[in-house]
């Protein structure tokens, strides 16, 4: 689904070059969900934002769904962009829209017929558990709610490939849960790929298939998500286990691993 290939990425600011990602290669299997994680600073934001070009790699290639992405002109990239939903920690809905408006806005985009705009609406509505707050305005509804209009309008023009840049982190422990069941139902029953990015480690671990562990701009470990946090390799990801551990103060990990790691000795 997607294939990354020696991807970097530097920026030009005031105080010089600054190289955000360096020769990072990895693949994502159609059907999972491959997380990857990383302190803040890692690159984790300006990698994921490599995946649909919204930052245009400094070197690489990215390709998703078979196509070189820097292959395409402006209309052909637009249309390969559609088949990539966007999530963000900020949701960044259209404030003057109502809910409805907000999931249909991807769909004028792409010039649907407005009968079927309607009808994609409602069942993206249903999707997501919004159906009574179609007429609702952002100011209106709970951060989770918000999240949920932001993965409808996402879904909109049906993509296989899902990314999401931190979308729980604003979010409380219990929101965080539901939005992330219904992740798990996307990628499940609908098919949609998913790459996730968030700096909680409970997070990545409780709803990836394989992680990438992202340090300074590099990759510096990528496997299954049960032996990345049961037998860590790099010492970045050591670290941020340590650092992540319940004493630091986040949640408790679901899904039993944490009992695991403790007997390791790595929390
Ligand atoms: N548009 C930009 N211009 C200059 N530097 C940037 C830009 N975007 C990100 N960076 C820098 O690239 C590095 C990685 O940032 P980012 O990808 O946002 O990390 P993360 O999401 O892991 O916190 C940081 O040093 C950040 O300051
Ligand atoms: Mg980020």
Redesign the pocket.
């Known amino acids: 689904m997607i294939e990354v290939k020696n991807l970097g ?1 530097d ?3 005031p105080q010089g070059k ?4 360096r020769n990072i290669s990895f693949t994502v299997t159609k059907g999972e969900v491959f997380g990857i994680m ?12 490599c995946l649909n070009f919204l ?1 245009r790699p400094t070197s690489g290639t990215v390709r998703v769904a078979g196509q070189d992405l820097a292959t395409l002109n402006p209309r052909e990239l637009a249309r390969a962009r559609q088949q990539i939903g966007m999530i963000f920690q900020h949701f960044n809905l259209l404030k003057l829209k109502t809910v409805a408006q907000n999931i249909a806005f991807p769909l004028e985009i792409a010039q649907w017929p407005r009968e079927d705009i309607k009808k994609r609406v409602a069942e993206l509505l249903d999707i997501v558990g919004l159906t009574d707050k179609a007429r609702a305005y952002p100011h209106q509804l709970s951060g989770g709610q918000k999240q949920r209009v932001g993965i409808a309008r996402a879904l909109a023009c049906r993509p296989r490939l899902l990314l999401s ?2 979308a729980t982190s604003a979010l409380d422990t219990e929101t965080t849960q539901s939005i992330l069941e219904l992740l798990q139902h996307i990628n499940r029953d609908l098919g949609v790929t998913i790459v996730i ?1 968030s ?1 909680e480690l409970a997070v990545i671990q409780q709803i990836s298939h394989r992680v990438a562990v ?1 340090s300074e ?1 590099k990759l510096v470990e990528i496997g299954p998500a049960a032996d990345i946090f049961t037998r860590p390799h790099a010492t970045a990801t050591k670290r941020l286990i340590t650092m992540n551990s319940p004493a630091q103060g986040t949640r408790p990990l679901r899904g039993g691993a944490q009992p695991a790691l403790a007997k390791r000795g790595v929390i």
Do not use: C, Q, Y
């Open positions: 990425k920026f030009i600011t600054l190289t955000a990602l990383g302190p803040s600073g890692a690159g984790k934001s300006t990698l994921v934002r930052e840049d931190e990015i700096h992202l701009g």
